[in-house]
Nanobody, 127 residues
Framework: QVQLVESGGGLVQAGGSLRLSCAASGRTISRRVMGWFRQAPGKERESVASISRNGGTTYYTDSVKGRFTISRDNAKNTAYLQMNGLKPEDTAVYYC????????????????????WGQGTQVTVSS
């Protein structure tokens, strides 16, 4: 199996930037689609971004498009989420997730496609 640990969250002012990291252990992530999700207090978990196995294809939800960038470094077994121009509405716990190695899709914005999840890292954006 794959264990995922997020890091890089914190408190920033509106307009600031954060870079989240998702370090994987146990098994390689090179054959797995990776995704970032977030959940704000009292809200449902939503997909933020997804990236294909080789990094060639990405998906972003409309609310973060142009501000966030998902990337991966398979040699380091790590995925990233660069967040620029942060807004108070971005405040949430951010989760990294990975599909199985046999998932047939290129990317996914559905949580049910992801078999492995990190514990989350808090991102708070002050106004």
């Amino acid at each position: 199996q794959v264990q995922l640990v997020e890091s890089g969250g914190g408190l920033v002012q509106a307009g600031g930037s954060l870079r989240l990291s998702c370090a994987a252990s146990g098994r390689t992530i090179s054959r797995r689609v990776m995704g970032w999700f977030r959940q704000a207090p009292g809200k449902e978990r939503e997909s933020v971004a997804s990236i294909s196995r080789n990094g060639g294809t990405t998906y972003y939800t409309d609310s973060v498009k142009g501000r966030f960038t998902i990337s991966r470094d398979n040699a380091k077994n790590t995925a990233y989420l660069q967040m620029n121009g942060l807004k108070p509405e971005d405040t949430a716990v951010y989760y990294c997730a990975a599909t199985t190695d046999y998932y047939s899709g290129t990317i996914s914005y559905y949580s049910y496609n992801y078999a492995y999840w990190g514990q989350g890292t808090q991102v708070t954006v002050s106004s």
